[in-house]
């Protein structure tokens, strides 16, 4: 499948084919517009050959069967695993979402996309100012864009919103359930202020820790900045859940520190990864992630189909990943459009440059989040993370059953909700290494 003599495993295989299609669909969504039909088309089609191999991963299930004589007899009989069917249909809820809101700018005339090879003086003080120089620039009416689009493109944002938020769920608690790679492991430092570095393991190991003062201390001025510090978190936070779970005191992951303090310092390193997660929606995949998918194993089966190849788990990470990464870019395109209408509204203000990786609440205060139940969690499906929250002021959400997001239209539109939710960074390290799924 790879085009090789080796090959690749059949989950990689249907990872890389499920991103590389949306890579080959959507491409760089550089302006608000419908798709065309034939790309619309095609994704619907490829994409239900790829996700149609979930529907043959099954589990044995007790039911009940009653013979001639009218005898009840219990067996076993095959039914679709529950984490694909309970997640592939929310998946696809997500999608249709999506396409349905750019389609919802089909025929709108209120502003309009520039060359990328328009004058400056055309552009004005729309163009664009941060990395991403390649895109159009987006122009709106002298007077700013209509109270009626203004109000559409603020409601389509919220149900972008809501379904960033659903798709980083689910690819989250996939990649936590999936176990570390042992080539991961046996790659890291032998302790975490080797992995963290003295300036950052100092930070965290203060008396009294705080997050924001962390993070106003940290060089975030980046985008491989970011990554490198949350690569060294993920693996400084595997080293310490190993340290605190190995038994063996001449072991080389033996240290002086207690058992307690290095508890509380993997705490703290949660909350920062938590928070990074949130604040920066559009950091690429990190080492771990990546070793993950390409290593992905399959925990409890693992000796049966596939190769011992966890493939529902492939593609359910790979199918998220992929609408995450399109309701960022679907969400970074209504604020040009907003941003547009501001500076037009707004002539005197200089235009500021703009970060494609931080999120709007960046500068509010962070407070610990609490530690979860690893075997309470793990029994919970991905649709329960349906909606993990970017915010930390989410806390006190009120305990409905459905979370209700409009459209351009005012129909309503409802996203599954439950209220237990789980940290991303829980099942980084669990008892002897997480049993690496990817």
Known sequence: MSGGGKGVSSALALSNAITNLAASVFGEQSRLEPMTPDRKARWRKEIDWLLSVADHIVELVPSQQKSKDG????????????????????LRKLDTMLIDCLDNFKDQNEFYYLSKDAP???????RRKDDKWWLPTVKVPQDGLSDKCRKNLQSQKES????LKAAMSINA?????MEVPENYIEALPKNGRASLGDAVYRSITVEFFDPDQFFASMDLSSE????????RLEASI??????MTQKDGKSAWGSAVSFEKREQFEERAETILLIIKHRFPGLPQSSLDISKIQYNRLKLFKDFLFGSQDVGQALLESYSRILESLAFTVLSRIEDVLHADFMTQNPNQQPCKRSSLKDENQTKPVTTSPRFDTEAMSAKTLSDLLTWSLDQNDT???SETDEISKDVDGNVQKLPVVTNKASYVESLG???SPTARH
């Open 71 to 90: 005898t009840n007899m219990e067996i076993m009989v095959t039914k679709q695993r529950i984490d694909l069917h309970m997640n592939i249909p929310a």
């Open 120 to 126: 400056d003086s055309e552009k004005g003080k729309s």
């Open 160 to 163: 972008v919103t809501q379904v």
């Open 173 to 177: 608690q996939v990649l936590s359930e």
């Open 224 to 231: 491989h900045k970011i990554l490198d510090l949350k690569n």
């Open 238 to 243: 595997i080293i310490w859940k190993r340290k």
């Open 396 to 398: 006190d959400e009120k």
């Open 430 to 432: 669990g008892v002897r």
